[in-house]
């Protein structure tokens, strides 16, 4: 389901969905729906799979798959479905992509190829390509903390004249050259940052792609239905309220990880499971994490 807004393609608050694991560390396609369902409940209008916090990079091809197909079948036209194609090389990225369309994806993230650091024609023609092949509308991720190449100004231009390419995630921070970006460029620009949700909103960002949202997805909805009903206090408001959540997920850097321990605590999930090299959080970490959604006035089983 593409969102009927077109600032908005893909909705306003979107999950970066963890891939659940049973405890011998097999994809759990049950409870990636089950998990899936609930976030559309809390208020995500669009969901990510295979993404990085999904680790996209320990999970095969037909696993990811498998997974686009249950979310989607899953959730119905009740939130976008987006399929996270990303690789350092380009053919298996666009297999990726067209594995996707075909198990009923309704966009695709397509992120600058990482490690490799290739020039910026080179981020632009794998970008074309993947969505190219692909054939569903695209958001671009901008992400240079982890992939070493930024996606410079000239590129986007080039890129933003893709007739597929609709949107982008914006992890680089940098909100003033977001909002000459977005205005330039004309696509929808989403925060990749969980803490910069309201500074893109007001520099005419689309929304967020987020981790918090799996366990503050209540507050970031309401977050941006005050914004959009011109009621900043009480998106400001909202916003506070999810601090504690927002950096128990992400203060660490272990995004993956750390989601994990929030949907189990939420009852959401078995267990916490990764695939190495992450590690599931400690003992110790669960219990923090537990203590920030508390703070955050989170529902606990």
Same mark, same amino acid.
């Given at each position: 389901m593409l969102s009927a807004v077109a600032s908005r393609p893909f909705?306003?608050?979107?999950?970066?969905?963890?891939t659940p694991f049973t405890p011998d560390g097999a994809v759990d396609l049950g409870a990636a729906q089950t998990l899936a369902a609930w976030l559309v409940d809390q208020g995500c209008d669009g969901v990510l799979v295979n993404g990085t916090t999904g680790e996209s990079s320990t999970t095969h091809s037909p696993?990811?798959? $498998?997974?686009?197909?249950?979310? /989607?079948?899953?959730i119905g036209d009740r939130a976008t479905v987006l399929a996270g194609a990303g690789s350092n090389d380009t053919l298996h990225a666009i297999r990726m992509a067209e594995q996707a369309a075909d198990a009923g994806?309704? !966009?695709?993230?397509?992120?600058?190829?990482? *490690?490799?650091?290739?020039?910026?024609?080179?981020? #632009? !023609? /794998?970008?074309?390509?993947?969505?190219?092949? !692909?054939?569903?509308?695209?958001?671009? *991720?901008?992400?240079?903390?982890r992939t070493g190449v930024r996606i410079a100004p000239e590129t986007y231009q080039r890129l933003a004249g893709h007739p597929l390419i609709v949107a982008t995630? $914006?992890?680089?921070? $940098?909100?003033?050259?977001?909002?000459?970006?977005? &205005?330039?460029?004309? +696509?929808a620009w989403y925060s990749g940052d969980d803490g910069l949700l309201l500074p893109f909103l007001a520099h005419g960002g689309a929304g967020i792609v987020s981790v918090a949202t799996h366990a503050v997805a209540p507050h970031f909805r309401?977050?941006? $239905?005050?914004w959009d009903a011109g009621d900043h206090g009480a998106a400001l408001a909202a916003v506070r309220? %999810?601090?504690?959540?927002?950096? #128990? +997920?992400?203060?660490?850097?272990?995004? =993956?990880?750390? =989601?994990? #321990?929030?949907?189990? =605590?939420?009852?959401?999930?078995?267990?916490?499971?990764?695939?190495?090299? +992450?590690? #599931? %959080?400690? &003992?110790?970490?669960?219990? &923090?994490?537990?203590?920030?959604?508390?703070?955050?006035?989170?529902?606990m089983p």
């Open positions: 909705g306003s608050v979107i999950t970066a969905m963890v696993e990811k798959a $498998d997974l686009v197909a249950v979310v /989607h079948e899953a994806a309704d !966009g695709l993230l397509v992120v600058t190829p990482y *490690y490799s650091r290739p020039s910026q024609a080179g981020v #632009a !023609g /794998h970008m074309e390509a993947v969505v190219d092949a !692909g054939g569903l509308p695209a958001m671009l *991720y901008d992400v240079p903390g995630k $914006d992890a680089t921070g $940098d909100v003033s050259a977001a909002a000459g970006l977005a &205005d330039s460029t004309g +696509l309401e977050a941006v $239905d005050a309220r %999810a601090l504690p959540a927002v950096a #128990a +997920l992400n203060g660490a850097g272990m995004q =993956a990880v750390m =989601a994990k #321990a929030a949907a189990q =605590a939420l009852g959401q999930l078995g267990n916490r499971v990764m695939r190495s090299p +992450l590690v #599931a %959080a400690s &003992d110790q970490e669960a219990a &923090d994490v537990r203590a920030a959604l508390l703070a955050a006035g989170c529902q």
